[in-house]
């Protein structure tokens, strides 16, 4: 597509329950990455792939989370029993493989999650 | 602990003032260099950025940044700022010593424009 797209742009969801977040990257782009970003602060990296594989999970914050990208292109966030404390802005960004493009993230515009 | 910082939290500034927004790194090694921008109602999208080089570079809409390798710096400026760049703005650091693509990025600068 001609963007990052992420879904749902907005969840809100009771402390204790399943939420999955999607990502569907540029197409072409090999690499894509998950970050969230509190209110006041700044994006903080959680996850990033290139093509099927995490190639560096050392941001997700626990077992609670974790994410797939099964087939290379589409990824889920997958946050298990949620608590108050990760409602944020869920970003998500691709970026083209290669010394020029690798690191030159596109992003998407987020899915905010809401937890009660 | 390894870390982007961005000293400046909130500037304020009227049109045609200049601009120079600071950015600090703790990684040793080789980095990569990024500012990223998030205008009101925006997603982030890339300002300008530093792979190797001349450490002056320049990005979009009159933006400059410095890398002072010695400094552990990457500061941003703009000669004279008008009230569209009104906006968040993010550096980030790539440490390519540690063998990883992702992104580490600083807390964010606000700067509020007024004509």
């Known amino acids: 597509g001609a963007g990052v797209s992420q879904t749902p742009s907005n969840k809100v969801t009771e402390k204790g329950k399943y939420v999955e977040l999607r990502c569907d990257p540029i197409?072409?782009?090999?690499?894509l990455y998950w970050y969230r970003q509190s209110l006041g602060q700044g994006p903080e990296f959680l996850i990033y792939?290139?093509?099927?594989?995490?190639?560096?999970d050392s941001g997700l914050p626990n077992d609670r989370f974790f994410a797939v990208r099964p087939e290379g292109s589409v990824s889920t966030l997958k946050i298990q029993r949620t608590e108050r404390g990760d409602s944020a802005v869920y970003l998500c960004?691709?970026?083209?493989?290669?010394?020029?493009?690798?690191?030159?993230?596109?992003f998407g515009a987020g899915s905010r999650l809401t937890v009660l | 602990a390894q870390s982007v910082s961005q000293h400046n939290h909130h500037v304020i500034l009227s049109e045609a003032a200049s601009l120079e927004l600071g950015c600090n790194y703790s990684?040793?090694?080789?980095?990569?260099l990024f500012w990223y921008v998030q205008y009101p109602g925006q997603h982030l999208q890339l300002l300008l950025k530093?792979?190797?080089?001349?450490?002056l570079v320049k990005g979009i809409k009159g933006f400059e940044a410095e890398f002072i390798k010695s400094k552990f710096s990457f500061n941003l400026r703009k000669p004279s700022v008008q009230w569209s760049d009104t906006a968040e703005y993010f550096c980030?650091?790539?440490?390519?010593?540690?063998?990883?693509?992702?992104?580490?990025f600083g807390t964010g600068t606000r700067l509020q424009v007024f004509p």
């Open positions: 960004a691709s970026s083209l493989n290669g010394v020029a493009g690798a690191n030159v993230l596109t």
């Open positions: 197409s072409g782009h090999t690499a």
């Open positions: 792939f290139q093509g099927t594989g995490a190639a560096d």
């Open positions: 990684y040793g090694g080789t980095v990569n």
């Open positions: 530093y792979f190797s080089g001349d450490p």
């Open positions: 980030a650091v790539n440490p390519r010593s540690y063998n990883t693509d992702k992104l580490i």
